[in-house]
């Protein structure tokens, strides 16, 4: 018997919840991804002012408004609410083009209106997360777009509300590099009065970054390679020898042709012995430019694609870490990248914004980027031995010309004293020494007419180590002089070291540390508030991690049921341990892991800075701290990584008002 067949049909279905999770909140991890979409798509627009206004956040309301064409009726309907659309596709000169950015926003705020004129018509729509729970489908999901007339100009203004915890300071950082660098921003961020954060332009911070170079490549061709040291407004050393990289382009790397590309990039060098910059100044530029503009980041079409600059994507660090000499740091680094508009599209972005999508582009573009890094590296360290030579030579110019100053004051005080007959100045008997014999050296210190100091050592700069190495250098020497100090065998004067160090780390308040409760804590404060550094440097960095771990655990603990809210993910698990809650997104299986002490630093900054009247400034610093926890992680696997002393104590002055906190509620 013949089974009757029959046609079933159906259509697909979407829970509302693809809106505002898998095309919003969950596709990003940055707030500042949002943000940005909004601004290129204004840009998209034709918009000349863009301006986020975060003036009344601590009024749960951010406005993003531009002066855009806006968008019409039709607009709204075909383009705004068609996800997934492609008006923008293969349209080089625009920003956007996966047609989700706009639901980023869900990202920031549960409630999203948006009001738009174009030619005389106002429309305007509301979307709020808890109305699209409601629905079961998106196919029963409606939206009223209410339509009038206007004489306002166009443009379109998108009102945020019901905000998440947001940190203005990792926004503001994030935001802060988006256009183009040397440019004029195209946007422009508002924040509360209490507010203030000011950083460096980039023209009036790479004015004391030594190294440059600027190189330009054109699929397996390198156009242009140039590079160039100034230390102390000359130039000592220059390389513009593409024919290195071209050798290894022409024998190992596959290339692809990805248009043409500019690279610039810009390495500080902060050295105490070279002198070249103030301490107020080496702070200024960590703190107020290289903390938004730190790496190489990746520009097209004059805004930056995230996943690059701060986030290592050369792996600089590793590098920098197996070759110090021969490796520039991350953190030192601020570079940029210009993409060609039209043929780079290869090397497409990822959904969630955050990098580029494997491909061979990809693969090319890494390689000929890592080949021009480490020439960099090279003529890097050939330009610190000219610096070297440089200040020498200069030295040894102001000498001669001191002893030219001299000789010609010798001169003037013979002839002034021919005429002078046997009276006792100093000199007995024909003798042309001083009275007592001392050939060595003058009374007041100074240095004799041989560049001596007053002990009788040769007065010449001692050519410094790397900057990064040079801190282990003044550790080791102070060690060096420590042990002479008990067996100086006779000698009258023990060895002084250049540098000199306070013993401790730091002091911790009195009141708070005798009131801790947890005696682990306590016993870690005395510990570290008590080691000497200068003998026990790696200790104290141990001691360091060690009590901010401990420190943030017990008070998490103390504290879990009242703030857990703002801590998402993060549970007690059954020893009473402090682990994160991973949610396999298929299976829905639960699985605990560690936190990463960097984690947790980030997310009390986080708490910190929605929770209470914390100073801007001081919540930076911990930022600082999560790196220097970073930091000293390397230097227990990699027995080349040291961590300096003033590096912790530092970190420790900066950062000890959170420790300190913490243990008062403890």
């Known amino acids: 018997m013949k089974v009757r067949e029959k046609n079933n049909p159906t259509k697909i279905e979407f829970d509302p919840r693809v809106i505002y999770e898998s095309l919003g909140s969950k596709i990003i991890e940055s707030n500042s991804i949002a943000i940005a979409e909004q601004i290129k798509n204004a840009k998209d627009a034709g918009a000349e002012n863009i301006i986020v206004d975060f003036s009344n956040i601590n009024n749960d309301l951010i406005e993003i408004r531009d002066d855009g064409k806006g968008m019409t009726l039709d607009d709204v309907k075909e383009n705004w609410f068609f996800v997934g659309t492609n008006n923008k596709n293969f349209q080089a000169g625009k920003l956007g083009g996966k047609g989700i950015g706009r639901f980023s926003i869900f990202k920031i705020a549960n409630i999203i209106e948006i009001h738009t004129i174009s030619n005389g018509k106002k429309c305007s729509f509301r979307l709020d997360k808890n109305d699209l729970e409601q629905n079961e489908s998106l196919s029963e999901l409606s939206i009223d777009i209410v339509e009038e007339d206007t004489k306002d100009e166009n443009g379109t203004s998108i009102f945020l509300s019901d905000l998440s915890k947001l940190n203005l300071l990792e926004i503001q950082e994030e935001l802060e590099n988006l256009n183009l660098p040397f440019e004029k921003k195209c946007f422009t961020l508002e924040f509360p009065k209490s507010y203030t954060l000011n950083f460096l332009e980039p023209k009036n911070a790479v004015q004391d970054a030594p190294f440059f170079a600027e190189v330009e490549f054109e699929g397996d061709k390198i156009i242009k390679y140039d590079f160039t040291c100034t230390y102390s407004n000359q130039k000592v050393y ?96 601020f570079g940029y990248i210009l993409l060609d508009q039209y043929h780079s599209l290869g090397l497409e972005e990822k959904t969630n914004r955050e990098g580029f999508f494997r491909s061979d582009e990809t693969k ?54 021919k005429d002078t007959k046997n009276e006792d100045n100093g000199y007995q008997n024909g003798n042309k020494g001083p009275i007592n014999g001392n050939s060595k050296g003058n009374k007041s210190g100074g240095p004799d007419t041989q560049g001596r100091d007053a002990q009788g050592n040769q007065n010449e700069y001692q050519e410094p180590q790397d900057e990064e190495n040079q801190e282990d250098q003044d550790q080791n020497q102070e060690s060096q002089n420590r042990g002479a100090e008990g067996n100086r065998d006779g000698n009258d004067q023990e060895p002084k070291n250049r540098f000199t160090y306070n013993k401790r ?74 682990k994160q809650k991973i949610i396999h997104s298929k299976t829905g299986d639960v699985t605990l892991k560690d936190i990463p002490i960097s984690k947790k630093i980030n997310d009390f900054r986080t708490y910190l800075n929605n929770t209470a009247n914390w100073d801007k400034r001081s919540l930076k610093h911990l930022s600082e701290l999560s790196k220097l926890i970073d930091d000293i992680n390397l230097a227990i696997h990699w027995s080349e990584k040291r961590v300096a002393i003033d590096k912790l104590q530092t970190n420790w002055s900066n950062s000890k008002f959170f420790l300190e906190y913490l243990c008062s509620k403890i």
């Open 505 to 578: 780390i730091g002091y911790f308040n009195e009141s708070i540390k005798n009131n801790i409760k947890s005696d682990k804590v306590k016993d870690l404060v005395n510990e570290i508030t008590s080691i000497d550094i200068t003998r026990y440097t790696f200790a104290t960095s141990f001691l360091l991690r060690s009590l901010v771990e401990v420190t943030m655990n017990e008070y998490l603990k103390v504290n879990f049921n009242s703030i857990k809210s703002n801590f998402n993910f993060y549970v007690l698990d059954q020893d009473k341990n402090i």
């Open 364 to 417: 090319y573009f890494k390689a000929i980027m890592n080949l021009i890094i480490t020439e960099f590296g090279q003529d890097r360290k050939k330009a610190i031995s000219d610096i070297k030579k440089f200040i020498n030579t200069n030295i040894k110019e102001d000498e001669s010309k001191g002893h030219q100053k001299e000789s010609e004051l010798g001169d003037k005080q013979n002839t002034e004293s």
């Open 238 to 333: 220059s390389n513009n020898d593409s024919s290195n990289i071209q050798s290894k382009i022409d024998s190992k790397l596959l290339t692809e042709n990805i248009g043409r590309t500019r690279v610039y990039i810009y390495n500080f060098y902060f050295d105490r012995k070279l002198k070249n910059i103030s301490n107020q100044r080496k702070t200024e530029i960590e703190n107020q430019f290289l903390s938004a503009y730190q790496g190489i980041s990746v520009y097209r079409n004059g805004f930056k694609i995230y996943g690059h600059g701060i986030e290592d994507w050369l792996k600089l660090a590793e590098k920098r870490l197996m070759k110090p000499g021969e490796n520039i740091d991350n953190k030192l680094t």
